[in-house]
Structures are given as C-alpha cells and as structure tokens.
C-alpha cells in the first residue's frame, strides 16, 4: 500500500502470526496481565509503550490474544485512558514542534509543506473519530488550544 503523502511504497516488516491461540509457554493469566497493564499506564505510559514493554519485558506477545481485550479497552475499564487517542495527540505534538521550528526558520519552505501535510493528517483523523464517536462532534483542531492541550 502506498503511503499517503507520496508515491512511496512502505517497507516490508514481519507480520504477527495469523493464528490466535493461546500460546502453552506464558505463564501470566489474564487478570494478571490485566493488571499489569493498569499498573504501567499508572506509571505514565501510553499504550503503544505498554504493549512494547509487555512484550520485551514480560514476554506476553499478544494481549488481546490472551485476555479477550485490547489494552485500550483495559485502560478504559479502569478510567485511565485519555480524552484523545494517541495517534492524534502524536500528531498535535509534531505539528507543535514544526510550527516552533517555523518560528525560527521562517523561509523553510520544506517544513511549511510539512505543516500542511501534518494538519491535514490531524483533520482527516479527527472526522474518523468523530464518526466512531471517539472524540465529541465539536471539537476542532486549534493550534493554540492544542499548545495549551497538550503541553
């Protein structure tokens, strides 16, 4: 598949197997790993974090396999999950981050094209989750509110 902003093609990168059963070698139960994934999003980590350390350090491959739920729905059982998703709270920072690098280069033409893209990007996600009801139907990106929002 081509990546949005170019005629590129991606990488090619290894895929999770196919297969969801349930491997004979973890030795954490469900409400264990459930509860591992409340304690590191309490120590402040997002959930693609929790997935990543839930796997090189605790050797759980896969949660939803095992426990029937993603780590997303675990953090919102427990009300540890945040007003935005984190992909687009991702994207609000590097749109922040261009926009100060625009103050101090102002004739980069380059990064104003990046900006662009970056905000389009936001936009394009922000009326996906609106329609998933995700985030409320009148929220609008602002760069100065999103400072505020996310700093």
């Known amino acids: 598949m081509a990546k949005i902003h170019s005629r590129a093609r991606g990488k ?22 459930e509860q591992l994934v409340v304690k590191l999003a309490r120590a402040g980590n997002k959930p693609s974090i929790i997935g990543l350390i839930l796997r090189d350090t605790y050797g759980v ?8 739920k993603s780590i997303t729905q675990i953090l919102k059982e427990n009300n540890l999950l945040t007003k935005l998703p984190e992909d687009l709270i991702s994207l609000i920072k590097k749109d922040i ?11 980069d033409m380059p990064a104003k094209r990046g900006l662009l893209l970056t905000e389009s990007k936001i936009n394009r996600l922000a009326k996906y989750y609106k329609n998933q009801g995700k985030i409320p139907e009148d929220w609008d990106y602002d760069r100065t509110k999103a400072k505020l929002l996310i700093e």
């Open 61 to 68: 491959p896969d949660v939803k396999s095992l426990t029937n």
């Open 12 to 33: 090619s990168s290894s895929k999770r197997p196919i297969k969801k059963v349930k491997l004979t070698w973890i030795r954490y139960d469900p409400k264990t790993i």
């Open 97 to 107: 981050q261009i926009m100060k690098h625009l103050e101090l280069h102002k004739k």
